[in-house]
């Protein structure tokens, strides 16, 4: 006996159902009346072999199986929509140049770019990491064709996508020296987040020294795991046996940094717009979520 197949069609309404809480504004969402999409519920059941609903004075709920279904149907339909954004963008082929922050690239990017290159299997794709201040002025000279940013103030052709705070970030364990000048581990000069640190503390009136420059994140991370001293970032892809240090005498207060996409649009590309629009979006949702970065 063959086994049924579950419709796209139907999982569709199921989800609009379990997302909106009802027949009638699943029936809305779906273009449907919510006597139509009783008998699609009804032809689902029987496909599936179960109740996926239980009555409820007026309403109706998902029972375990149909919360179980719309689990799957959630996968299916995404699955469905990356099949059909791969087949529409398959022709669409040349080369997108990216530049970002060591920070964002192993912290926030990975999941967005391996979902741009699913959409767009034909196209190259160049990432250039490098500090913040040199990826303005790449774009600025038509070097990058999208670049994501951290930075204070204005800058032209730039979109802020919201703040980001800084923070000190010292060793999961253990302290550095609680008497004479604070041991600083910093990226070398020009860097906003090196400057806008000692900023704070000159203005505090705390003592400091730089024991360890670099031009690598990486670095600034195993310097801090030796003990050598402490460092300020966001917290966007610190690693896990690194910890942010609670604000005190020793640590003052930080300000924020902005999360900015550059991109030219008069010459951007239409693989280059559809990047964009993907880092956009993802970045506004991780903005929006919270900052829940490792």
């Known amino acids: 006996m063959e086994t049924p197949r579950l419709e796209l069609d139907l999982l ?47 309403s109706q709920t998902l029972t375990e199986a149909g919360q179980t279904l719309v689990y799957y149907a959630r996968r299916m339909l995404a699955l469905s929509d990356e ?16 530049g970002t922050s060591q920070d964002m690239a192993e912290g926030w990017l990975p999941p967005v770019l391996g979902a741009f290159a699913k959409q767009f299997p034909a196209v190259r794709l160049e990432c250039h ?47 550095p020296p609680t008497e004479g000048p604070l041991p600083l581990v910093m990226l070398n000069a020009p860097c906003e987040f090196r400057d806008r640190s000692l900023q704070a503390l000159d203005q505090a009136g705390i003592p400091w020294r730089i024991v360890f420059s670099s031009l690598s994140v990486s670095a600034l991370w195993a310097a801090i ?34 999360v900015a996409l550059h991109a030219d649009a008069a010459t951007l590309s239409t693989v280059g717009s559809r990047l964009y629009d993907m880092l956009a979006t993802h970045l506004r949702k991780r903005l929006t979520a919270g900052v829940k970065t490792r």
């Open 83 to 98: 099949a059909v954004g791969v087949l529409g963008n398959a022709s669409l082929a040349g080369t997108v140049r990216l």
């Open 129 to 175: 990491v490098d500090r913040s201040a040199a990826l303005v002025q790449a774009a600025r000279e038509g070097q990058l064709d999208v670049a994501l940013t951290l930075h204070h103030g204005q800058h032209a052709g730039a979109e802020v996508l919201g703040e980001l705070p800084l923070v000190w970030i010292g060793p999961g364990k253990g302290m």
């Open 225 to 258: 795991r030796a003990g050598l001293g402490v460092t300020v970032r966001t917290r966007v892809g610190l690693p896990p046996d690194l910890r942010v240090l609670a604000r005190s005498k020793r640590f003052p207060g930080l300000p924020r940094t902005q």
């Open 12 to 58: 569709n309404t199921l989800v609009a159902i379990a997302d909106l809480g009802g027949f009638a504004k699943a029936g809305a969402r779906v273009g449907r009346t919510q006597s139509a999409v009783s008998l699609q519920m009804q032809r689902l059941e029987e496909l599936a072999g179960q109740a996926l609903f239980a009555r409820s004075g007026r």
